[in-house]
C-alpha cells in the first residue's frame, strides 16, 4: 500500500459507508428496531464495532435580568447498542439490526392540570425544545469512522 493509499484510508476515501433505516415516529416506552448496513468500499477494513444509539437534545433560552439571552442545549444518550468486530471486505454489505428503547425523558407538560399547565407556560417562555435523533457508527482500525444520522419523532 502506497502512501497515498494510507492517507486516504486513514480519511476513509473509499472506505465503509453506513445507513441507517428507522421508523419515523416511535412511542415512548417501546422498543425501536434500528437497521444498520454497512457497504465495503475498495479496500477490506476491520471493523471493531458498531454502535447505534437515541438521543434527545433539549434547546431552550435562558434570560437574565439584564436582558441578555443564552441559548444553551443538552444532549442525553437514552439507549445505545453495540455489535463485536468483523472484517469487511471490499464491497461486502453486511447488515445489523440493534433494539433501542425508547425512554424519553419528560418534562411537566405532559401532566394534567394546574401544574401541567404551568409547566406548559414555562417552556413556551424559555423556548424550549425538544428532539430525537438515531446515529449509527463503525468503529475502523485506523480510520475515520463512517456514521448516519436520522431524526425521529417521538410521541410521549
Do not use: C, Y
Amino acid at each position: 500500500m502506497g502512501f497515498f493509499d494510507k492517507v486516504k484510508s486513514s480519511l476513509n476515501i473509499g472506505g465503509a459507508k453506513v445507513v441507517l433505516d428507522v421508523p419515523n415516529v416511535v412511542n415512548n416506552g417501546d422498543t425501536m428496531d434500528v437497521k444498520v448496513t454497512i457497504t465495503g468500499g475498495k479496500m477490506d477494513q476491520k471493523i471493531t464495532g458498531v454502535t447505534a444509539k437515541l438521543s434527545q437534545k433539549d434547546s431552550w433560552t435562558e434570560r437574565k435580568m439584564d436582558g441578555t439571552r443564552t441559548t444553551k442545549s443538552k444532549v442525553t444518550v437514552l439507549s445505545d447498542a453495540s455489535e463485536g468486530g468483523f472484517d469487511l471486505k471490499a464491497g461486502e454489505v453486511k447488515e445489523l439490526t440493534f433494539q433501542l428503547q425508547v425512554t424519553a425523558i419528560t418534562d411537566g407538560s405532559q401532566q394534567e392540570g394546574m401544574m401541567g399547565t404551568l409547566s406548559k407556560m414555562n417552556n413556551f417562555a424559555q423556548q424550549r425544545k425538544h428532539g430525537w435523533h438515531v446515529e449509527a457508527s463503525a468503529d475502523i482500525e485506523g480510520s475515520v469512522d463512517p456514521k448516519a444520522t436520522q431524526d425521529v419523532t417521538v410521541n410521549m
